[in-house]
């Protein structure tokens, strides 16, 4: 069910907007359908990534915590 | 639009998706409900007011209205110093003090400004702080706390007042494109 990511992108550390700015800078790297993965600490993000996929149209497949990191899949429209 | 956000959450309960798109995708849509979202990026007592005044008129108009809290406007949330704000006398040549404005550069000036504006609003039996903050919750006014600003300034949830939701730019645009009123204060 879970998709391979094509890239990963550690955003850990940082505060707002870096998270949703990256992904948005990597997302141009990726073609249509391919699944970026984005890895951030930034509690703003919980509510940032959707607003920024809801936005954005691109798809937020998966969202979770992982030993503290906050983990999203996101598939490139 | 929900429809792109998967619901297989790995962990249910950690990024709650279904209420925060609720929250956002109410608008002017499918209601007559109008919208109000505004920045207080101020931690002055004087900027303290006007986007609590505005955001419970708005609540009291039957508009639904939020505030994203960033820089030092983040104080106005703060346990340890909401109730404590203070107006700057120097530098600000509005200020209705019968002396030169430097003065305001002598120490106690601030607390002396502060206190003067204090007794203006009690004067004209305007709420505190506290309780225009008080009134804003009961008025359902969203109170949002910027997390950059958080991380920056080191504070945690703990020293904010209870009900704040926590989040960044991007959900705090997302949430003023659907509004009819924007506001930087």
């Known amino acids: 069910m879970a998709q391979t990511a094509a890239i990963t992108i550690d955003s850990r550390g940082e505060l707002c907007p870096l998270p949703v700015v990256k992904l948005a800078l990597a ?16 509690p703003g993000s919980k509510a940032d990534v959707p607003a920024w996929a809801e936005m954005t149209g691109h798809a937020l497949l998966r969202a979770g915590e992982r030993d503290g990191t906050f983990v999203y899949l996101v598939q490139k429209a | 639009m929900s429809a792109r956000v998967a619901k297989d959450l790995e962990i249910k309960g950690v990024l709650d998706y279904e209420a925060f798109l609720k929250l956002h995708a109410q608008a002017h849509k499918d209601t007559d409900v109008k919208r109000v979202a505004l920045v207080a990026s101020k931690g002055t007592l004087d900027m303290a007011y006007p986007p609590l005044i505005l955001a419970s008129t708005a609540a009291a108009m039957g508009m639904e209205c939020g505030i994203f809290f960033t820089f030092y406007g983040l104080d106005i949330l703060h346990k340890g110093k909401l109730a404590s704000l203070k107006v700057a006398p120097l530098a600000n040549p509005a200020m209705p003090m019968p002396v030169p404005n430097i003065i305001g550069a002598i120490p106690g000036m601030t607390g ?3 206190w003067m504006m204090n007794r203006m609003m009690s004067k004209q039996r305007m709420p505190r702080i506290p309780e225009l903050l008080e009134t804003c919750k ?27 939701s926590l989040e960044g730019a991007a959900a705090f645009l997302n949430y003023a494109s659907k509004a009819q009123v924007t506001l930087f204060i």
């Not at chain 2, 997390?147 to 007042?161: E, F």
């Open chain 2, 112 to 114: 002396m400004a502060t």
């Open chain 1, 27 to 42: 997302l141009e790297e990726l073609g249509s359908g391919q699944v970026a993965e984005l890895l951030a600490t930034d």
């Open chain 2, 138 to 164: 009961k008025l359902k006014v969203r109170l949002i706390a910027c997390t950059t600003t958080m991380g920056v300034m080191g504070v945690s949830q703990k020293d904010l007042i209870d009900g704040v």
